[in-house]
């Protein structure tokens, strides 16, 4: 969450996980030129799949409004900063999953300082390929201003949920049809979440996926489903531990392939093992609301 600048360490490393059958390594590949900031968002275009972005955050001398990009399929890669037509976003953190719709980020709101969110009101986009800044109309009406809401792509809607603003938490969603631009509250039904911010999301086909966040209670380790087709919630069960409570961490979607063990016909030999990809929440570090910082990797199946 956003607080005094002097309260954070801002970094400027890059880090790669390795998931099998690569031994779940941990690497700090030699990328360099990446300006120190934490809070940040990163997104990666549909037209160039071998290419990260990044977009705001902080440092501790203040707010970031720039955007950098990396080639991965450059022989040495190395971080630039984007030379963006049009007019950009002011400063702001925006930790969040990013809602990209092709070539495009969709930015709403963001932090300032504090428990703060900026004044802005604008929606703002982002083209990766002529890499121009708009701030395209909309109608209907659109969330009020937060900070440390999450905002994911579903078809051609952007979704917004929670955040919060000074002391208050929403619990309120948000759809902004594309095709229209046109903003609508979701009447949602079912398991609805408390109020949260920080908290992170993924979607998987009609499904987004929230876990963790803060809370009127503290941090959280809930996750809930959404079908955007139903506009219903329902907080998921899980059997064993769960990960500890936390905020401001991160979670994405890994493809994870696993062998099927097919049934041996009669008088045949077993032909060999055959492979399935399965979807995996994928969430990593975090912190508490002492300021316990995480370092850990959870995985969970979604659908």
Known sequence: MTASHS????????LV????????????????????????????????PQSLWVFGGAQQSGNRNCIQNLQLTENVSQWKTVSANGKPPSPRTYHTNSACLGDELYVFCGGEAGAAPVSDPALHVFDSVSSTWTQPETQGRQPSARHGHIIVAVGSK??????????????????????????K????????????AAHSVVALGKNIYIFGGLTA?????SMYQFNTDKHSWVLMKFEGDLPPNRLDHSMCVLP????????????????????????????FGGMDTEGVLFNDCVVTVIT
């Open 256 to 283: 994870w392939k696993v062998h099927v063990e097919e049934q041996e016909d009669e008088g045949k030999a077993n032909s060999p093992a055959a492979t399935e990809t399965i979807n995996l929440a994928f969430i």
């Open 158 to 183: 952007i979704y917004i949920h929670g955040g919060m603003a000074g002391d208050k938490l929403h619990n309120d969603m948000f759809a902004l049809d594309t095709r229209i631009m046109k903003w």
């Open 185 to 196: 509250k979701v009447q949602a039904k079912g398991d609805i979440p408390q109020g949260v």
């Open 7 to 14: 309260c954070h360490q801002a970094f400027s490393e890059s």
């Open 217 to 221: 209670d503290g941090a959280s380790n």
């Open 17 to 48: 996980c390795h998931p099998p059958p690569d031994n779940h390594e941990w690497d700090i590949p030699e990328w360099e030129s990446l300006e120190q900031r934490y809070e940040h968002c990163c997104f990666v275009p549909k037209s160039c």
